[in-house]
């Protein structure tokens, strides 16, 4: 079946503009994440989704960030008033919550600042 | 909450070779640990993981195993080959995945 998808696989921005991205994740996954990573840099977590609970927003760098799931299923999320600091790849994974809690992560989207 | 730490960051071996990556962790909560490759340019991708009532588990090649005592766990490789070379992420969670955090990565190297 599909996997995670998201969109754009590349984001050219200037400095001060707002962006959008975007994370289909695997149909019945209830878990979403989001995940920043720079360039040869590990995993940074960014935000957790699950089912209609209260999304778990402790690793967002600032509140510049922000995230929201629609509907259990597509998750967006937003960097306002973007910084160079904010170019990385931003990537998003989706799981089932037992009894496997394997992540399948898109792509990623590349954001570059300028 | 919860911090993993991982080493070495950087792990050259031998083809043929065994490697190994260890990672520790704080939160005597966590009873699942997951190891994620990466190749240069992918995605991360699940290669094995371990429950906390599980000493040990093997797929092929691939070996983990856990002390939850010392919260500590290890990935080995055996035989290694020069497509195992990539960046292998450790990770640790609660039973709902919701604390799901990951090492900072070992990148490996499989010299022929």
């Known amino acids: 079946g599909a996997g995670v998808s998201q969109s754009p696989s590349n984001k050219v921005t200037e400095k001060g503009k707002d962006v959008e991205l975007r994370c289909d994740p695997i149909?019945?996954?209830?878990?979403l994440y989001w995940y920043r990573q720079s360039l040869g840099q590990g995993l940074e977590f960014l935000i957790y989704?699950?089912?209609?609970?209260?999304?778990?927003k402790s690793g967002l760098p600032s509140d510049r960030f922000s995230a929201e799931r629609t509907g259990g299923s597509v998750s967006t999320l937003t960097i306002q008033r973007t910084q160079q600091e904010d170019s990385a790849v931003y990537l998003c994974?989706?799981?089932?919550?037992?009894?496997?809690?394997?992540?399948?992560f898109g792509p990623g989207t590349r954001l570059t600042v300028t | 909450g919860e911090n993993v730490e991982q080493h070495p960051s950087t792990l050259s071996v031998q083809e043929g070779d065994s490697a190994v990556i260890k990672c520790t962790y704080s939160d005597s909560a966590s009873n699942y640990f997951p190891w994620y490759k990466q190749e240069l340019g992918k995605r991360p991708q699940l290669i094995i993981d371990i429950r906390s009532n599980v000493g040990e588990k093997k797929d092929q090649r691939i070996a983990v195993t856990l002390n939850k005592t010392a919260k500590h766990f290890s990935l080995h490789i055996t035989e290694t080959q020069p497509e195992d070379s990539a960046v292998y992420f450790c990770?640790?969670?609660?039973?709902?995945?919701?604390?799901?955090?990951f090492g900072p990565g070992t990148r490996l190297s499989v010299l022929p």
């Open positions: 994974a989706s799981s089932l919550v037992g009894p496997s809690y394997e992540q399948y």
């Open positions: 990770a640790a969670s609660d039973n709902y995945g919701q604390n799901f955090v």
């Open positions: 149909s019945g996954h209830t878990a």
């Open positions: 989704f699950q089912g209609n609970s209260a999304p778990d």
